[in-house]
């Protein structure tokens, strides 16, 4: 069954490009050291605000530091950041999901009503709210996007659970005594992974957007550590002076999330039931 | 139908109770404990001193005791005093509330009416050079950061062409202005923000909308209303949308809750004088009292918004109200 | 033999597109239906039937499919060159369709009173008051014999039962007293009681209004109750086609005979072809997949009188007897 998947994917084109994408962030990421022309935190004052040239092909920031090098190591950022908050985000909604949806009654109500409750708060303010009472670092920012991105996926994991719990393999998984958990995670699991994968790809990049939104508002990733997010903070202070400072980063945030969202959206259509039929 | 409504608000009540409970929570964990939440006391205070404070708030009852004591307080919208000024938390929100409102209302007034055309033709016209680059461009929208196009767009309106202005509400001689100069100059002012603030939006509702447009056009009753030799212009109009238009309405009600999550960013972008803002600045300089306040007030809000798209839902769709009889 | 025919539907091929497969729905498919006639069309699911009904009226989603030969001619006129305006005018008012399941044919926001004077407000010229109309509407749902008109009138489809829905859609599809009603599969959605009872129907409606019916469905226990002649359909293309009591008596084609067969009647016609009563027997194989359809006689692979040449070329269509075609080199008799 993975090889059709395998070769449904080659064909699509949406997502192989984003694949591509992806795949040269994360080497960049990886190389960092190898090709940033220079040190990321070194500072250079004499030569602050300098637009673009030979030396800084991106130009250089408030501190004199190179923008080029600077936003590479921000890919290892928003990477990082991307696949442990999805990571947290999938492991406790997927949990809660399964749970929901293969017991339901009571339990179900409960969960259900919890997820309700969790998605009245706007998202980003519950962010803002909690990251407000801890201290603002790449790591409470990515255990707080994942706390807060499970319900959507308990919600979807739930109703797929639903559909799947009818069919006859998982009545006969009980009648042959299986263990529940086993049966969940044995057989429902993978039945309802494939809008897990979409949600997880489309995710990530949400997470990269919000966290670079939290670096810019200085509440997540905190100098000298560089995130496009905390980049782009200096491209609002100087905005008239420096516009190299807000073009360059965000055009990598555009980038990267593009590539997710392509990937994402491609996923989905590779892994559509529908098209088994085929 | 009224039945429908009350059931709906009785719904409610559990939910507002657990967003209480939660807030409360929060509120219980943060460093330095409620007694300096509530009064804003450094911890540098003499032990002897806070005794008394906790006394004096009640903050030595059980636990449950100082839930129900919070939450009678909180239902009459009394979220107690801001660090930073001292006034009412309350008062803080409601001077910003309409700013708030106002921007959020307009964006969803533009989202409705540019989304809607977009995704209804593009579905009508699927596959078509429209459709395609329709689609392209809610890509693109998916993945820009919205506060990033912000400043962009002030870069390129503000700075460089100097159309318009980029920040606050009104201009400093506003007061000075006639009424035609007022109203302009607040047109100004909300331009930029409104056009933020509508985008992931606009995104989100034209996709929606082409969905739901193609899932009613796939409809029998559509085939039958063909049949019937009906122009296929009125197929579309009268036929088609009006079941289109039933979920989109609905998401309207729910799109509330996020422009006023985004609020937070482009209000502080713009240094617009809503309640995102206040809430951001309570933020950087720890104002619990106010933090919860928005908390609670935001949280409300996406209820209502909720409870919003539930009844317009239930008027549009004859298949939900007259479930009852 | 001067029967005039009403509508003729000449060498029509329908191909549908699903990705990047071309299905050859219908192949030179013709039938062609007499005024005051009921024909039915008789096939399995997927051998191109409701295609056909849905190319007589040009109601195939240009995305989904295409005409790509043939002639329907009603009145004079082929319909598939009409002009969009044209094609206007006939739809709902000179042919009329009805489909097989009412309760999605209906539009659920709109109530049953406004469906059907729609219909009519489209085909006429002068404005009709809504006094007026209403009675109209009342007059046309007593026709179909529908309880209660005057409330179930103003009800949304949703609150009608099947059987009640179906009415509704036979008004719509009368209103304007057209000439020709194409019946998709009207009862197939609908329980054995009620369907009885719309049969009955349309039997009715039939001597009253002078109408002509072409009824599309996959049970001969429907077409042997109301319909005067039959065209069994397989793999997109005519197999065989008489009168009714012909069909039952004296099945020509193979495919027919083993329809016949596998039906669990205890009404057969006595004297007919291949009769057993104890014994239900299906027609072995399984229906052509119309992407990939076998050489020559599309039937050959499940035939039990299968020869060489069948491989070779696909049979025209002969008449073997009076009035009686059959598409097989084999059919004699």
């Known amino acids: ?278 | 139908m009224l039945e429908y409504i009350v059931r709906r608000l009785l719904f409610m009540i559990p939910l507002l109770l657990g967003i209480t409970l939660i807030t409360f929570m929060v509120i219980q964990l943060s460093p330095g404990g409620p007694a300096d939440m509530l009064t804003g006391l450094s911890p540098k205070v003499g032990a002897e001193a806070k005794a008394r404070l906790r006394h004096l708030y009640g903050l030595d009852k059980p636990i449950h005791i100082q839930y129900w004591l919070w939450l009678k307080r909180v239902v009459r919208f009394d979220f107690g005093e801001s660090f930073k000024d001292g006034r009412r938390v309350i008062t803080k929100i409601l001077e910003r509330l309409p700013a708030t409102l106002l921007l959020n209302i307009l964006s969803l007034l533009l989202i409705f009416f540019i989304a809607l055309p977009i995704g209804i033709v593009s579905a009508v016209r699927q596959d078509s050079f429209f459709d395609k680059g329709m689609t392209l461009f809610v890509f693109l929208g998916f993945s820009v950061p919205t506060f990033w196009l912000a400043l962009l767009l002030m870069l390129l309106f503000g700075v460089i062409l100097g159309w318009l202005p980029i920040s606050g509400m009104h201009s400093v001689n506003f007061l000075y202005f006639s009424l035609w100069g007022k109203l302009w100059d607040l047109i100004q002012h909300l331009i930029l923000p409104m056009f933020i603030s509508a985008f992931g939006g606009l995104a989100y509702l034209s996709r929606y909308s082409r969905a739901s447009m193609l899932e009613v056009l796939r409809q029998d009753y559509i085939r039958t209303s063909r049949a019937k030799g009906l122009p296929e212009k009125k197929v579309i109009y009268r036929h088609a949308l009006r079941n289109a238009l039933i979920p989109i309405v609905t998401l309207l009600g729910l799109s509330l809750p996020g422009l006023i999550g985004g609020g937070f960013i482009f209000e502080t972008i713009f240094a617009w004088p809503g309640m995102g803002r206040l809430g951001y600045q309570a933020i950087m300089s720890r104002d619990y009292p106010v933090i919860m306040g928005v908390g609670i007030i935001a949280a409300f809000l996406t209820l209502l918004g909720n409870l919003i798209a539930d009844i317009t839902y239930a008027f549009v769709d004859p298949r939900i109200s007259y479930r009852q009889k | 033999m001067a029967m005039k025919k009403l509508l003729e539907v000449r060498n029509l091929s329908v191909d549908y597109y699903k990705g990047e497969k071309v299905i050859h729905a219908l192949r030179d498919a013709s039938i062609s239906l007499e005024k005051n006639e009921v024909l039915g069309l008789v096939g399995e699911s997927g051998c191109g039937k409701s295609t056909l009904a849905l190319s007589i009226l040009k109601l195939i989603p240009e995305r989904e499919g295409r005409i790509t030969s043939g002639e329907i001619i009603f009145r004079g006129e082929n319909l598939l060159e009409l002009p969009y305006e044209r094609l206007l005018q006939i739809r709902g008012d000179r042919i009329s369709i009805i489909f097989q399941d009412p309760f999605t044919s209906l539009n659920p926001v709109f109530r049953v009173a406004n469906q059907v004077a729609e219909s009519i407000s489209i085909h006429e010229e002068e404005n009709i008051s809504s006094h007026q109309m209403e009675k109209v509407i009342i007059k046309l749902l007593e026709m179909v014999k529908m309880p209660r008109p005057e409330e179930t009138m103003w009800s949304y489809p949703h609150q009608l039962s099947g059987g009640m829905q179906q009415r509704v859609m036979i008004a719509i599809a009368l209103s304007c007293n057209p000439e020709i009603l194409v019946a998709d599969e009207p009862t197939t959605a609908l329980d054995v009681t009620i369907q009885k009872e719309i049969l009955g129907l349309l039997t009715e409606l039939r001597e009253k209004l002078g109408l002509s019916i072409l009824l599309i469905t996959h049970d001969f226990g429907i077409v042997a109750q109301i319909c005067q002649k039959i065209s069994v359909m397989y793999a997109g293309i005519i197999v065989e086609e008489a009168a009714t009591s012909e069909i039952f008596q004296n099945p020509l084609h193979p495919y027919t005979q083993g329809l016949l067969q596998s039906l669990p009647s205890r009404n057969e016609p006595p004297g007919s072809k291949g009769h057993e009563k104890r014994r239900l027997k299906a027609i072995s194989g399984q229906v052509p997949d119309p992407a990939n359809l076998p050489s020559g006689c599309k039937f050959h692979p499940r035939c039990p009188i299968v020869i060489q040449e069948c491989k070779a070329k696909e049979p025209e269509l002969r008449e073997i007897v009076g009035d009686h075609w059959a598409r097989c080199i084999r059919a004699d008799l």
């Open chain 1, 1 to 278: 069954m993975w090889k059709i998947f395998w070769r449904r994917f080659k064909r699509n084109r949406l997502a192989l490009f984003g694949a591509v994408i992806i795949l040269t962030l994360a080497v960049t990421a990886i190389i960092a050291p190898l090709i940033a022309p220079f040190d990321p935190n070194q500072q250079d004052i004499l030569h602050r605000l300098e637009p673009p040239s030979a030396k800084h092909f991106l130009g250089t920031d408030d501190l004199g530091r190179d923008l080029l090098s600077r936003i590479i190591y921000g890919t290892r950022v928003s990477l990082l950041v991307g696949f442990v908050a999805v990571g947290i985000a999938i492991m406790i909604g997927t949990l809660l999901g399964l749970f929901s949806g293969y017991f339901g009654g009571r339990l179900d109500a409960l969960i259900m009503r919890l997820v309700d409750i969790m998605l009245c708060f706007p998202t980003f303010f519950l962010i803002l709210m909690v990251i407000a009472f801890l201290e603002p670092n790449i790591w409470n920012v990515m255990v707080v996007i994942g706390l807060t991105g499970w319900p959507g996926l308990t919600r979807l994991v739930r109703g797929e659970c639903l559909s799947v719990r009818e069919r006859e393999f998982i009545q006969a998984a009980k009648a042959l005594g299986l263990s529940n958990l086993r049966i969940m995670l044995v057989h429902l699991l993978p039945n309802v992974m494939a809008p897990i994968l979409v949600a997880a790809t489309l995710g990530i990049g949400g997470a990269i957007l919000t966290e670079s939104a939290l670096s810019f508002l200085g509440l997540g990733v905190q100098p000298p550590t560089a995130s496009w997010g905390n980049i782009l903070t200096a491209g609002k202070d100087y905005i008239t002076m420096a516009w190299w400072l807000s073009l360059y980063p965000g055009l990598a945030i555009l980038i990267t999330v593009l590539a997710y969202n392509l990937l994402g959206e491609g996923l989905r259509d590779v892994l559509d039931p529908r098209m088994m039929a085929e």
